[in-house]
T-cell receptor, first 111, second 111 residues
Framework: QQQVKQSPQSLIVQKGGISIINCAYENTAFDYFPWYQQFPGKGPALLIAIRPDVSEKKEGRFTISFNKSAKQFSLHIMDSQPGDSATYFCAASLRYSTLTFGKGTMLLVSP | EAQVTQNPRYLITVTGKKLTVTCSQNMNHEYMSWYRQDPGLGLRQIYYSMNVEVTDKGDVPEGYKVSRKEKRNFPLILESPSPNQTSLYFC??????????FGPGTRLTVT
């Protein structure tokens, strides 16, 4: 049973455009929702995270939108750049337990 | 520099030959974990450890062993590797919930 569903699997966006990646979760007890960014040949790195008591968190060009009632959260990358081309993973966890990851989205930002 | 290190980075071995992948972190993190990454399947947790001498199974523990005798080290042991364990392996650590620091990965091929 997959507890975190991520879409799309891959995404191509033009430079300067907005990249949007969506995740849906099943366990309403999850209380921590991070996004990780992975470049080829590297380990994933924490990009931005949100807790369910807020609906939006912004860090630079990256924004998480959180909809508790719909059990969905999304990553928005504004003014997407070729350097943002990477694989993005959403994840969720319950209190101090382990993270459950989505299957990942390969983002390609075309010049 | 705060980091998680893994060795070896690349390994080609044959079926049945025991191997160990080492993992070490210098951040005094209590939580450590192993993941495998396969195309289309994302990151799946193998084992995790909340603290020294405390380990527990993740989603895909079959065929793997771990030990946590010291806080900084968390080796992954494959007693009798099989071709279906060919994968990219990541070790990760964190102080508390969610903010995982990943190592650079170990690419294992079992023939």
């Amino acid at each position: 049973q997959q507890q975190v569903k991520q879409s799309p699997q891959s995404l191509i966006v033009q430079k300067g455009g907005i990249s949007i990646i969506n995740c849906a979760y099943e366990n309403t007890a999850f209380d921590y929702f991070p996004w990780y960014q992975q470049f080829p040949g590297k380990g994933p790195a924490l990009l931005i995270a949100i807790r369910p008591d807020v609906s939006e968190k912004k860090e630079g060009r990256f924004t998480i939108s959180f909809n508790k009632s719909a059990k969905q959260f999304s990553l928005h990358i504004m003014d997407s750049q070729p350097g943002d081309s990477a694989t993005y993973f959403c994840a969720a966890s319950l209190r101090y337990s382990t993270l459950t990851f989505g299957k990942g989205t390969m983002l390609l930002v075309s010049p | 520099e705060a980091q998680v290190t893994q060795n070896p980075r690349y390994l080609i071995t044959v079926t049945g030959k025991k191997l160990t992948v080492t993992c070490s972190q210098n951040m005094n993190h209590e939580y450590m974990s192993w993941y495998r990454q396969d195309p289309g399947l994302g990151l799946r947790q193998i084992y995790y450890s909340m603290n020294v001498e405390v380990t527990d199974k993740g989603d895909v523990p079959e065929g793997y062993k771990v030990s946590r005798k010291e806080k900084r080290n968390f080796p992954l042991i494959l007693e009798s590797p099989s071709p279906n364990q060919t994968s990219l392996y990541f070790c990760a650590s964190s102080l508390g919930q969610g903010g995982l620091y990943f190592g650079p990965g170990t690419r294992l091929t079992v023939t």
